[in-house]
């Protein structure tokens, strides 16, 4: 059975349709809605609006539920890992073998860097920012397979599988090299015998002579918060991929674009803030309790805790934090930032302030608090983030590229300048 909405406009009523989610999300289509009255809608910051319709990810926020292509988080959590992980993400359907081991062959082939694309990392200065040069390196990839990336789409999407693994593996080899180069320090290749996660550790910390070789738990935890990162909805940076997609824009000027998004501090920088966070305290010659006290007065910030849109227990979190616990275990670390976090997440799960309010610990807390203990420099946790969230970013882009009756994209706006003024002529100022 169809619904209408109606709305009355100057004594005239108008009737706008619904459309309903597979999973009972109910939306009003209002693409009408100017055409027909003259109105636009007024939505700041895009809270209440929809700019899509996909098939990619749900969240249900109230009630704590993620799920990439209707596959509960918490099952691909336990029994996927983030290549399975990203390619359901991207194709729709869990590969079979064949197409595993097909998809894994194409990362490997394009896990390396072209040998003159390295020497651009020569013209950035060592204290260079790593996203902007992230974002650089993943725009210039055009100008490297220039085939995979024609702004045609028809042609861009013949060729969709060969470019998502290239902007898959290569983002993490860019990655790896910007750390390196940032410290003075020898690219290391990457290996074609090792797993994704196994190989970007390998790239960031090996040595000429040595090859690090990480521990299994470490290789899992490091999967895992990529994989929980893998998607999360029309975000900020989702929606500016999207948006530049729209223009019909290739696959490599989307996703650096989506790169640019993700480096504000309002998206991509939680878990930076997190243990920029634990450092203030332990500055401050606390253990956390004090600074527990300050953040129910509202005298402090607790960074870490909560999130814009679950009003429930963040699901990503409840997995995340038994992988820190493990890693944590396993390295047997004695740091003071730790004790710090585990003090201020003991609060969150037993205060009745942070219950009521649902302050619980989100992804960011612990995927920061792993990222440390494993030796990633704060600089490089947002550039961790665009690693993990690639495989969204290449499937909302193939959405839009698939659309044959996609528009571009172009937000209206209630004009509140000046009104019409006639021009003087600057001798007459």
Request: aromatic content about 10%; proline content about 5%; some cysteine.
């Amino acid at each position: 059975m169809s619904k209408n909405a109606r709305l009355i406009l100057d004594e005239k009523e108008h009737t706008l349709p619904v459309i309903i989610g597979t999973e009972g999300e109910k939306a009003i289509d209002v693409r009408s809605l100017r055409a027909d009255t003259g109105y636009i809608t007024f939505d700041d910051g895009y809270g209440n609006t929809g700019s899509c319709e996909s098939e990619v990810t749900f969240i249900d926020g109230e009630k704590g539920i993620l799920r990439y292509r209707g596959y509960p988080i918490e099952e691909l959590a336990e029994h996927s890992d983030f290549i399975e992980s990203a390619y359901l993400i991207m194709n729709g359907e869990l590969p079979t073998r064949p197409q595993r081991l097909a998809f894994s062959g194409l990362l490997r082939e394009n896990s390396a860097v072209p040998v003159s694309m390295s020497y651009h990392f020569e013209g950035f200065p060592n204290e260079g920012s790593p996203m902007a040069i992230l974002s650089a390196m993943l725009s210039s990839l055009a100008c490297y397979f220039p085939s995979l990336a024609t702004n045609n789409r028809e042609k861009d999407l013949e060729n969709f599988n060969h470019a998502a693994a290239v902007a898959i593996s290569k983002v993490r080899t860019i990655a790896a090299m910007t750390y390196r180069m940032g410290k003075g320090l020898p690219f290391i290749y990457p290996r074609r015998d090792l797993a994704y996660a196994d190989n970007f550790l390998h790239m960031m910390f090996s040595e000429p002579y040595y090859d690090h070789v990480p521990q299994p738990e470490i290789a899992r935890a490091l999967n895992l918060i990529l994989l929980l990162h893998a998607d999360h909805e029309q975000n900020c940076s989702t929606s500016t991929v999207r948006m530049v997609a729209s223009s019909g824009a290739n696959l490599f000027a989307s996703v650096a674009a989506g790169v640019c998004a993700l480096w504000g501090p309002l998206h991509g920088g939680a878990n930076m803030a997190v243990i920029k966070m634990l450092e203030q305290i332990r500055a401050d010659g606390d253990d956390g309790t004090k600074f527990i006290e300050q953040a129910k007065s509202g005298e402090r910030r607790l960074m870490g805790f909560g999130h814009r849109v679950y009003k429930n227990y963040d699901p990503r979190a409840k997995i995340i934090g038994k992988a820190c616990d493990n890693v944590l275990k396993k390295l047997g670390l004695n740091d003071p930032l730790l004790d710090i976090a585990k003090k201020l997440e003991e609060a969150a799960l037993n205060d009745d302030y942070f219950l009521e309010r649902k302050l619980y610990p989100n992804v960011d807390f612990y995927s920061g608090i792993i990222m440390k203990a494993i030796g990633i420099p704060v600089e490089m946790f947002t550039v961790m983030f665009a690693i993990g969230r690639m495989p969204g970013w290449i499937a909302n882009w193939k959405e839009i590229a698939s659309n044959p009756k996609g528009r571009i994209s172009r937000p209206r706006q209630v004009y509140q300048g000046p009104v019409s003024r006639s021009y003087v002529p600057v001798e007459k100022r």
